[in-house]
């Protein structure tokens, strides 16, 4: 790619367990089939950052993010981050992975702060949705709310996890909350990268557009719901089904990490009520990863965050 060519950079966004990771998973498979050069900036909210790990590696540049979200406490971290990969990495295209506490209209405006708006090209923000959170009607307000507002594309994801025929329901839902983003369904992130990334200079256009009288800089502030979160030390060497109670009886609306069972390691994915411990299959797992477990658990009231 030529150095004059602009980026498409791509942010996936959503509320915490929605699915981002494993939709990126997919898009780094493609990408890697297509023998494109993909470059990664994950967001943790937690300090200890563990997507890079889930996302199983690969030749792609992986840069994570962790102690705060991109579209406020880290925004800077993103800007000098982006520019870093424009100039030692020179990608294809970028994917940002926000946190699942981020805002991605918020992010997507670091785009158009000098270095990177010189060279980034199209832009988009998916906003992923997960069709079983959506269901059981949970948390979707504040954040929740946010996000899907202010998406160029929505995706209803997980939908393996609901009956068929709730599917229309659930997609009015949203789309109620955003009349003029589109709306696509997947189980596993198994989406056309094809449909995610903008489709050219007209699209630019419209969202810069969109977006005008938005100066973003160090004196921009938002509403910012507050969560907290806390690191599990899970005892090593429990049966799957003691580990399974022991993070149970802790778990927030998010957890995710690692365990060691007397089955052998076993990667945690919780969201809200429903918690999974599953074999790491071709994961390679950090040893110092290992019987730590993060979880992300709602603050008391709001934080303003400059």
Known sequence: MSRAARIPVL????FLGSGKTTLVRRLLEDAQARGERVAIVSNEFGALGIDEALLGGGEERFVELAGGCVCCQLSDELVDTLEALRTQVDPDRIIIETSGVALPFETQLNLYRPPVSAWVGDEASVVVVSAAQLAEGEELDGTFADQVASADLL???KIDLVAVEALAALEATIVAMNPDAPVLRAAYGQVDPALLFPAGPEDLAVRRARTAGHAHGHDHAHDHEQFVTEELRVPIGLSEADAHAWIDARKGLRTKGFVATQAGI?????????????????????????????VIRRGPSHDRHM
């Open 155 to 157: 995706l209803l994801h």
């Open 11 to 14: 942010i996936v966004s959503g």
């Open 266 to 294: 076993r990667v945690v994915q919780g969201v809200g009520r429903r918690l999974e411990l599953t074999p790491p299959g071709d994961l390679l797992v950090p040893p110092d990863l290992i019987g730590r477990v993060v």
